[in-house]
């Protein structure tokens, strides 16, 4: 993967190096064209210098392998930190009150539509969820969109649902319009009509997808991630408005870091035409075109999430699920055949089984050496954990989503089922490879946040006492492989990425204080001093 054209070098040296690889701990480092080329003490390295190596004395400062993102929403991330956050909100009172005040202090474009995100009904007061009678309330004169924080279900205004002609008869596979007594939409949708919602929204201008671009990575690079996984169709205006986006922005020297599409395409057709067109071979060196992503159902905190027996808390309730058993495996199936990982969306354990079976079901297609995985993969248990190694799937998991979901796990699930999930210490100790990411702006984009919660499994706010359920507490050593080598594998790029090894490539970054010594709850204030990617410096304090 070296770059014949390159002989730039750079030299870290006076370090403290751990490349999550054998044979562990090291000194200095050197790489030569975006590639490492040795690992080991500062004699050795400083040997291989030359006149225009750039030297870089680290004053005993902790390096690794730069921290991948696997799994989040790079423009919505962006467009989050500059636009309403709802997740302090404990009553629909306050809602609109933060809603009425946003507006008062932030002038809307000539026809834009509101953005906010973060409200959980399970937090506020009223205990139910939003209505476009509240969010009238806030505004009758401009579309509101108010997304939970989970991102899977959103709260519209009388006009939003007036401009996106959502009435009584809509009906999308795989979405919920939730209706009052009278037939007509409540303001609330949620899964695939959320998704439905987002594309038919009328298009950002380029300038501002980029705007929230930037956002997104200038902050990401300062965290040292220095790889993430996107999924970005509905605000780009799909695939091609993708490929535009990125492909510009990687010509024009605009990507720092290493950026790939997860394909959140909806049909076999939209598979069939993204396949034909060549979609699979587009990209650059900085961007690329990743797994397919596929929805399987939908999330606990919404009882949508499909469970293989009825919610404990809604009886006859077992969740929603995006596809068919048999359009799932000819999902798969094509998907592999053309190459492709498959990337599912599930949390409940009746989603998980499902996306076993249509991997199963794929078993003796072309590409058999593709290992693809399961995004969240929350709730699940002794079964589906020896079906996934025997399959090779692999876990893509958001720690801090444990830290926000504990409150209503057990009442959605009974303590037996609540047991195996989240259970990110017994997908390990089952030989389970799991990676980590955000799921921004669904949680933070700072990954020593989901760090945190994946040695602590507490909140912010130091509940429960001792960590939801305990025994799944990780160390470490494993929560930062998750983040690194683990990140890169369930990518499928271990093999030039993800540990601090010759032959691989020189992304990394060093942090001011040793991320195996900080205090748990001092993690998510850990500096990066230096993120460098391709063995270009791109961010230095």
């Known amino acids: 993967m070296a770059d014949g054209s390159r002989n730039d070098s750079i030299a870290l040296i006076n370090a403290v190096i751990y490349p999550m690889a054998h044979p562990g701990r090291a000194q200095a480092l050197f790489a030569r064209g975006g590639v490492i ?31 991948t993102d696997t799994h989040n929403h790079l423009l ?48 506020m007061a009223e205990r139910r969820f939003p209505n476009r009678h509240d969010l009238d309330l806030i505004s009758t004169e401009a579309p509101l969109f108010f997304e939970r924080s989970c991102g899977h279900i959103a709260a519209l205004n009388s006009l939003a649902l007036k401009l996106l002609k959502i009435d009584g008869d809509f009906k999308i596979s795989g979405g919920v319009v939730n209706t009052d007594g009278s037939g007509e939409p409540t303001g609330l949708i949620s899964e695939a009509a959320v998704n439905w919602a987002r594309m038919n929204i009328p298009e950002q201008s380029r300038d501002t997808l980029e705007h929230w671009y930037g956002l997104a990575v200038d902050r990401m690079i ?15 205006g799909g695939v091609a408005g993708v490929l535009d986006l990125y492909e510009t922005l990687e010509s024009r020297g605009k990507m720092p870091m290493r950026i790939a599409q997860q394909w959140h395409l909806r049909n076999e057709d939209e598979l069939s035409e993204f396949i034909e067109n060549g979609g699979c071979s587009r990209g650059g060196k900085f961007f690329r075109c990743g797994p397919l992503k596929i929805h399987v159902d939908g999330t606990l905190g919404a009882r949508t999430a499909a469970l293989r027996e009825e919610y404990s808390d809604d009886p006859g309730n077992r969740g929603v699920y995006a596809h068919s058993q048999e359009e799932l495996n000819r999902l798969v199936r094509r998907a592999q055949e053309a190459g492709m990982q498959v990337a599912f969306y599930a ?28 995004v969240h993969c929350q709730i699940g248990a002794p079964d589906l954990f020896a ?88 160390d470490r050593v494993e929560t930062l492989a998750m983040y690194t080598s683990g990140g890169a594998r369930v990518c499928g790029e271990l093999s030039w990425r993800g540990t ?28 990066a001093g230096l993120t460098v990617v391709d063995g270009k410096i791109r961010h230095i304090k």
């Open 37 to 67: 080329e040795a690992v080991g003490g500062d004699k050795e390295i400083l040997a291989r210098c030359d006149a225009k190596t750039v030297v870089l004395d680290m004053k005993g400062k902790y390096v690794l392998p730069g921290i």
């Open 76 to 123: 919505a991330a962006g467009r989050s930190l500059e636009t309403l956050d709802l997740s302090g909100a404990r009553s629909i009172d306050e809602m609109i009150g933060k809603g009425r005040h946003f507006l008062a202090e932030n002038a809307l474009p000539p026809g834009g539509w509101f953005f906010a995100r973060g409200w959980d009904q399970n937090k």
């Open 222 to 236: 300062r965290y040292g991630v220095t790889s993430v996984q996107t999924d970005d169709l509905e605000m780009a």
């Open 347 to 374: 949390i409940g354990d009746g989603a998980i089984e499902r996306c076993l079976n249509a991997v199963e079901a794929a078993r003796g297609a072309a590409n058999p050496e593709i290992r693809h995985r399961i």
């Open 387 to 474: 079906r996934m190694v025997v399959l090779g799937v692999m876990a893509d998991i958001q720690p801090a989503f444990a830290t926000s979901d504990w409150p209503i796990v057990v009442p959605r699930l009974d303590t037996d089922r609540a047991r195996w999930s989240y259970a990110w210490k017994s997908m390990l100790n089952s030989g389970i490879p799991v990676g980590a990411g955000s799921d921004a702006p669904t949680e933070s984009l700072n990954p020593f946040v989901g760090i945190r919660a994946a040695i602590l499994r507490q909140d912010l706010d130091h509940q429960p006492e001792h960590g939801w359920m305990p025994v799944q507490r990780l």
């Open 500 to 527: 601090l090894e010759p032959g691989k490539a020189a992304d990394f970054t060093a942090f001011l204080e040793d991320p195996f010594q900080t205090p748990d709850d001092d993690m998510p204030e850990l500096e």
